[in-house]
């Protein structure tokens, strides 16, 4: 029985070890900057618009973040930085 509990256990750490990703400040922005950033990569031709949605809690949290080096606090300049700098390939940083 303790076997098969600590299989159970070995398991379930390695999926939250895949599923986890270290993330520098507020996760809020970055999520939607890291989402713009990975959606970019797919973006034939020029972009004409942009539209994003987000769950209430993470428009609450994220709204009035200041975004280190700008004097920028809203998910639009978010959405911007990410489509325009951001790279997914790292990923929540």
């Known amino acids: 029985m303790f076997t098969t509990t600590k299989k159970k256990y070995?398991?379930?750490?390695?999926?939250?070890?895949?599923?986890?990703?270290?993330a520098t400040g507020c996760t809020e922005p970055i999520a939607v900057a890291y989402a713009v950033a990975?959606?970019?990569e797919?973006?034939?031709?020029?972009?004409?618009?942009?539209d994003i949605q987000v769950d209430s809690n993470i428009y609450k949290n994220g709204l009035m973040v200041t975004i280190p080096g700008t004097n920028q606090q809203n998910l639009?300049?978010?959405?911007?930085f990410g489509f325009v700098v951001g790279d997914a390939?790292?990923?929540l940083e």
């Not at 797919?42 to 942009?50: A, D, H, K, T």
Request: cysteine-free; aromatic content about 0%.
């Open 76 to 80: 639009i300049a978010v959405t911007v």
């Open 89 to 91: 390939k790292k990923n």
């Open 38 to 40: 990975a959606t970019k």
């Open 10 to 22: 070995e398991e379930l750490l390695e999926i939250l070890k895949k599923g986890i990703t270290p």
């Open 42 to 50: 797919q973006v034939r031709g020029n972009l004409e618009s942009i």
